[in-house]
């Protein structure tokens, strides 16, 4: 496990002794791991990751708004006198598009939110040791 020194505070920014584990000033940490920042790096990439493929599941979202919609428009139900209601068969459909790309944007909006977060909370930890 090899450690990283620093000749500086990087808290203070006073000068410490290459060897000094904390700084003799602030009391800051002044090693820290390779492999602690090395795997908050890939920890932080994967969240991005996750986070741009589920911005990416938001194109056959909006496909599937516009079909509903689409369909929704050339599938009107109209009422004739005497009280016959003409039904489309085609009308189900748009519903289901419309009512599934709903479904659809409320779950990858909480995946997309909690890739988000956990990358904060990563990087916020890598603020604070580095």
Request: aromatic residues 10%; hydrophobic residues 45%; glycine residues 6%.
């Amino acid at each position: 496990m090899e450690e990283i020194p620093t000749p500086n505070c990087p808290k203070c920014g006073k000068e410490v002794p290459s060897e000094a584990i904390y700084c003799s000033w602030c009391g800051a940490t002044l090693r820290v791991t390779q492999i602690k920042l090395t795997v908050l790096q890939e920890k932080i990439a994967e969240c991005r990751h996750n986070e741009m493929e589920a911005t990416i599941m938001l194109i056959p979202i909006f496909i599937m708004i516009i079909g509903g919609l689409y369909i929704g428009s050339i599938t009107e139900t109209r009422i004739e006198w005497p009280y016959q209601i003409t039904y489309h068969p085609y009308a189900d459909l748009a519903l289901i598009l419309l009512v599934g790309a709903l479904i659809l944007a409320v779950i990858i909006g909480v995946v997309s939110t909690y890739y988000w977060w956990k990358k904060y909370q990563y990087m916020k930890e890598l603020e604070r040791i580095q």
